[in-house]
Structure formats: structure tokens, C-alpha cells
């Protein structure tokens, strides 16, 4: 499975627009080995959170990245992983197995601050400074 880019959670999205320059310069540098993506669920997540003053910021980073949305082959991958893991005693949110479904469906490697919330074998992960 190759690597088309790498997909940020909302941690790094978060880490980001409060100007944390560790992670900046990190996102700069592998925007430099791949392209950056987004989905609907940390965008939601961020908007959720964005103060006034910091909306246009935000928009115009959202509109830089690619953006990806959630299909069906998606959804049901991430029912299924929460589902499975369920069975092992593991509670994963749904937010968290659409955002590593996506990453896996779209061959991205997830960059996250999180990855005890992502235990996929099969997700390939950065954990972000």
C-alpha cells in the first residue's frame, strides 16, 4: 500500500491554530514528502471549538488542504472497527475509526497526538511533537 499523504487529526489541526511552532515546522516538513488532507470530522471538530477572531484563519487553512469526504465504504469500515474492537473490550469513539478508516481507505498516514485512540494494524500513524 503506498503513501499518497498524510491525513491530520484534530490534535494537529488544534496544535496549529494555536501557533504551536514545534508543530508548524513539522507539518511544513511533511507537506514537503506528501500532500496534506483533512476529513469532515476533525473540520467539525475544530469549528466546533474556533473563536470569532480566529474563523478566517482557519477557513483559509481549510482551503489549502485537500479535503476528503466520507463514503460508504468508509463508514462501514469504521462501524466494523468499532465493532471489533468492542468485542475485545476496547471502546474507540466513532469519530476516531471514521478518521483512521479514511486514513486507511485513502492509503494516508494519520498524524496525531492521540495514538492510543487509533490501534489499527493496518493505519499507518505519525505522532506529532
Known amino acids: 500500500m503506498g503513501i499518497n499523504g498524510f491525513l ?18 513539522f507539518i511544513d516538513k511533511l507537506a514537503q514528502d506528501g500532500d496534506l488532507f483533512v476529513c469532515s470530522i476533525p473540520v467539525a471538530e475544530v469549528f466546533s471549538g474556533v473563536r470569532p477572531q480566529e474563523l478566517p484563519r482557519v477557513e483559509e487553512f481549510f482551503e489549502a488542504v485537500n479535503y ?9 469500515r469504521a462501524g466494523l472497527y468499532r465493532r471489533d474492537f468492542q468485542k475485545k473490550g476496547i ?3 466513532i469519530s ?3 478518521i483512521a478508516a479514511t486514513a486507511v481507505d ?9 495514538v492510543s485512540h487509533f490501534p ?3 493505519l499507518n500513524i505519525i505522532e506529532h511533537p
Do not use: H, P, Q
Not at 487529526?9 to 496544535?15: P, S
Not at 496549529?16 to 508548524?24: A, L, N
Not at 485513502?106 to 492521540?114: A, D, E, P, Q, Y
Open 120 to 122: 489499527m494494524k493496518e
Open 91 to 93: 471502546t474507540l469513539s
Open 8 to 25: 491530520l487529526d484534530t490534535t494537529v489541526l488544534i496544535d496549529i491554530f494555536r501557533g504551536r511552532m514545534e508543530i508548524i515546522g
Open 68 to 76: 476528503l469526504t466520507i463514503e460508504y465504504r468508509t463508514a462501514k
Open 96 to 98: 476516531d475509526t471514521l
Open 106 to 114: 485513502f492509503s494516508l498516514t494519520l498524524v496525531t497526538k492521540n
